[in-house]
C-alpha cells in the first residue's frame, strides 16, 4: 500500500504523508507559530503507519508469542478501505480483510484465544468497517462484524458506544516529540501565551446536513468581535495549513467543536495541543448564544480548564517513531498498556459482558475496557 501510495486516497495524494515514518513532510515554521522543530504536515488518517513505527521501537517486543502478553497486527485496514470506499463493489471491499483473516487464522498464534489476545488499529472511524449488509449501496467493509474481527481488540479514531470490539484513541496531531523536554518547552508556552479571542471555529458549513449546528456557529462567530473564525472550503483553504489553523487555536481561550462528517474532529485534538478548551455541542444548544455563556465564566475557572487539558498534552501526541521517550507516556504507551491490561482481564475473566446495540459500553466496561480517553472526555463534558 505505502509503495502504492498515490492509489491511497481518490481525493489526496497520500505520497508526502506517508513519508517520515508517517509523520509527512516537516512544517516550515516561517510564520513562528511552532517552537522546536517536531512538528509535521501529519494527515489524520495516517495513524496505522505511525503507529507500526513506533511498534518497532517498543521496548518490550518479544518474537515468541507464548511469552507475549497481546499480540500486534500491522494491518493498515483505514489505508487499505480508503481506496475504495467510494465507487466499489462490496466484495473489492472486503477482499483484503478477508484475506487477512484467512491468514491469521492458519497461525498458532491465533488458536490460542482465538485472536481475543489480538490487538489492530484501524486509522479512520469505526463506522468504515461495520457494513451490516452485502447491499453495494451500504457503506464500507465488514472488517468489524466478522466473527473473527469482532474478537480483536481494534484502535480507531472514533469508536462505537455499543459494540466490544473497537476502543477510540487521539487522531495523530502535527506535534511529534523526539525528547521530554521538547513536550515540557511546549506545554509551558502554551500556559504563558496571550489568547485575545474568547472562542474560534475552524470548520466549513454543512448545508446538506439538516441537523447541524454549524451555520449558526459560524453566524454567532461573525457577529462577534470576540470570536475568530477560520471558515473552510472545498478548495486550499487556510484550514488546510497547520500554521494558520494551530494559530488561531493558540490565541483563543474556548473552540469549539461541534459534529462533522462524524461524531469527531481531528480538530478537538489539534486544539487540545494548543492548550485552548474544547467546547462540544448537541444539536439542542445550536440557538443558545455562545458568546454570553463562555463569557460567564470566571477566570479562575477558565485558569483550571485550560491547564487540565494542557496537562493533558503528552498523551493526546504521538512521539516520533523514530526516537523514544525517557519519562513522558505518549498516546501509544497509554495504548499499549490499555490493551494489555484488557487482554489480561479477559484472560482472568474480568470483562463484564453486555448486549451490544442495547447496552453504553462506556457505562459497564472494566478497568481493561474502558480507556483513559473515555475517562476524560466524560470527565471534561459534564
Not at 103 to 125: C, N, Q, Y
Not at 282 to 307: C, T
Not at 342 to 356: I, L, Y
Request: glycine letters at 8%; charged letters at 25%.
Amino acid at each position: 500500500m505505502i509503495s502504492r501510495c498515490r492509489t491511497l486516497s481518490k481525493w489526496t495524494d497520500m505520497c508526502p504523508f506517508v513519508s517520515n515514518a508517517g509523520l509527512g513532510p516537516r512544517i516550515n515554521n516561517s510564520e513562528g507559530v511552532f517552537y522546536g522543530t517536531q512538528w509535521y504536515a501529519t494527515n489524520q488518517f495516517a495513524l496505522e503507519l505511525i503507529f507500526h513505527n513506533r511498534m518497532k521501537q517498543y521496548e518490550c517486543l518479544t518474537t515468541n508469542s507464548s511469552l507475549a502478553s497481546a499480540i500486534f497486527v500491522p494491518f493498515y485496514a483505514g489505508l487499505d478501505i480508503g481506496r475504495y470506499l467510494w465507487g466499489y463493489n462490496t466484495s473489492v471491499r472486503d477482499a483484503t480483510s478477508r484475506d487477512l483473516i484467512r491468514w491469521l487464522k492458519s497461525r498458532p498464534e491465533w488458536s490460542t484465544m482465538g485472536g481475543r489476545d489480538h490487538f489492530m488499529v484501524a486509522g479512520r472511524i469505526t463506522w468504515d468497517f461495520r457494513r451490516l449488509t452485502d447491499d453495494e449501496d451500504d457503506w464500507g467493509s465488514k472488517l468489524l462484524v466478522i466473527p473473527e474481527g469482532k474478537n480483536m481488540t481494534v484502535l480507531v479514531i472514533e469508536s462505537s458506544p455499543w459494540h466490544k470490539n473497537d476502543f477510540g484513541i487521539p487522531y495523530p496531531t502535527y506535534f511529534h516529540p523526539s525528547k521530554d523536554s521538547e513536550v515540557q518547552l511546549w506545554q509551558e508556552r502554551m500556559r504563558r501565551i496571550r489568547r485575545p479571542w474568547l472562542f474560534s471555529f475552524a470548520g466549513a458549513p454543512r448545508p446538506n446536513i439538516t441537523d447541524s449546528i454549524r451555520n449558526e456557529i459560524i453566524g454567532q462567530c461573525r457577529q462577534s468581535r470576540r470570536c475568530k473564525l477560520l471558515q473552510c472550503d472545498s478548495g486550499r483553504s487556510k484550514c488546510h495549513s497547520p500554521s494558520s489553523v494551530m494559530g488561531m487555536f493558540q490565541r483563543s481561550i474556548f473552540c469549539l467543536q461541534p459534529q462533522g462528517d462524524s461524531y469527531t474532529r481531528r480538530s478537538t485534538f489539534d486544539a487540545m495541543v494548543a492548550g485552548c478548551v474544547p467546547v462540544f455541542f448537541h444539536p439542542g444548544s445550536a440557538y443558545v448564544q455562545i458568546e454570553e455563556v463562555l463569557g460567564r465564566f470566571g477566570k479562575n475557572d477558565v485558569v483550571a480548564m485550560r491547564e487540565e487539558v494542557i496537562r493533558m498534552i503528552p498523551r493526546l501526541v504521538y512521539a516520533d517513531p523514530r526516537s523514544r521517550l525517557e519519562t513522558t507516556k505518549d498516546a501509544f504507551d497509554v495504548t499499549v498498556e490499555g490493551v494489555i491490561q484488557r487482554v489480561d482481564d479477559m484472560k482472568g475473566g474480568r470483562v463484564p459482558e453486555f448486549s451490544e446495540l442495547e447496552s453504553w459500553k462506556y457505562a459497564v466496561a472494566g478497568r481493561g475496557g474502558q480507556h483513559e480517553w473515555d475517562h476524560f472526555f466524560n470527565r471534561t463534558t459534564q
